[in-house]
Each structure stands twice: as C-alpha cells, then as structure tokens.
C-alpha cells in the first residue's frame, strides 16, 4: 500500500521530556510537512522540507525539530523547549502534477502531556 | 491579515439541500488552491482542487474567482456523510509552503 505513515497514533509526554514523532512516506514526494492542529486553530506549519538534508521553518518552530536523511522520512522531535505541546500533528507530503502542486496528509499523531 | 480566511459556520443544514462555502485569500500570486474535508479526529483529505475555469466532481463544484480572490464549494443534494469540517488550502507556487483555512463545519440534519 502507498501512503504517509505516522506513528504512535498517541504519545503521552512527561514534563521536561523530548518525544520524536514518525513520519514516512513511499509515494516518492519530494516535500515533506508538519503541520500542528489546535482546536478552533486550523493548521499551523512547523516545518517544511523540500529535498533531503534541507529544511525551512514554519511559523512555529520553536520548541521543535526536525531531520531530513532520507527522502522517505520526515520524523519530528518536541523538545521540552515548547511549553504548550500538547496538540494534534499532521505529517504531510506534496508531489507536483499538471504544473500543480498537491499535498497529502498522514493519520497523524495526539500527543498529550503527562 | 490571515493569509486564508473562511466562516468558520457551523452550517446546519436539512439532507437535500445545496449549501455554499467561500474561502478569501490574500496574496493575489497565489496559484493553487484545494477544498480539504476533514471528519473529527481524523487527518484532512483531498476533496477536490480548484481549476480557473471551475470543475465539478458529482455532487460537488469548485469555483475560483481571482478578480475578488476568493475560492468556492458548493454541496448539491446534501447527504448526512457530507457532515465535516470543509478546509481550503492556497499555494503560492511550487516549493512555497500551503496555507489553510481553519475550516468550516457542516451538520447534515436528517
């Protein structure tokens, strides 16, 4: 099956802990997303990867990071640095069509903490 | 100013019935732009993108108005499976992050 992976599907945070995300992808994207979902919030981008071992911050970066080694995956770490994390997060991944750009979502991860 | 704005609703709306979405945007070089659905808890799915000239996908049409930058959904025949929270997305051009809307909820009332 083709897809954007996530796992856990939970995690449960203690204070002052870092906890890493996975993403995966093998539908060969070359863009990459992490996207933060609070409610009555919409999406809010972390950050972004074009092409492997390069990245660009979203618009709220701080409190996380992120690694780009293989094209296939994108995982994000929540570092104790980020006082509010608890929230939904979106992993996604973009191809281009048609001159068009489209992006796909994973099942994404609810991190709660502890 | 938002980059992507829409009503956030809630639309409540009877089963049959035709039910109309706007999303504003304001970088008029954006180039691509989508309807997203998203169901409770779940991840947001493709829907539909949203051609120049207008497209439709059964029961749904995507319309884009560049001259007062806005896209639109329109729902015909609402069925109770249509209830979700409808996302619209903007990319200014390929390689450019995308930017969302927060949605608006829908409530198909049997």
């Known amino acids: 099956d083709g897809g954007i992976t996530q796992s856990p599907k939970y995690l449960f945070r203690k204070e002052g802990q870092n906890v890493t995300l996975s993403c995966e992808q093998n539908?060969?994207?070359?863009?990459m997303y992490w996207y933060r979902q609070d409610p009555g919030q919409g999406l809010r981008l972390i950050y972004y990867?074009?092409?492997?071992?390069?990245?660009q911050k979203g618009d709220i970066a701080e409190g996380y990071s992120v690694s780009r080694e293989k094209k296939e995956s994108f995982p994000l770490t929540v570092t104790s640095a980020q006082k509010n994390p608890t929230a939904f997060y979106l992993c996604?991944?973009?191809?281009?069509?048609?001159?068009?750009?489209?992006?796909?979502f994973g099942p994404g991860t609810r991190l709660l903490v502890l | 100013r938002k980059e992507v704005e829409q009503d956030p609703g809630p639309f409540n709306v009877p089963e049959g019935a035709t039910v109309a979405f706007n999303c504003t945007y304001s970088?008029?070089?954006?180039?691509?732009f989508f309807w997203y659905r998203q169901d409770c808890r779940k991840e947001p799915k493709l829907l539909m993108s949203?051609?120049?000239s207008g497209n439709e996908d059964g029961r749904f049409t995507a319309q884009l108005n560049r001259a007062s930058q806005y896209i639109s959904l329109l729902i015909r025949d609402s069925k109770l499976s249509d209830s979700a929270t409808y996302l619209c997305?903007?990319?200014?051009?390929?390689?450019?992050?995308?930017?969302f809307g927060t949605g608006t909820s829908l409530t198909v009332i049997p």
């Open positions: 990867s074009q092409i492997v071992n390069d990245f």
């Open positions: 539908l060969n994207h070359d863009a």
């Open positions: 996604a991944s973009s191809m281009v069509q048609g001159g068009q750009e489209t992006q796909y």
């Open positions: 997305a903007v990319n200014y051009f390929t390689g450019n992050q995308f930017y």
């Open positions: 949203v051609y120049s």
């Open positions: 970088n008029s070089a954006s180039q691509s």
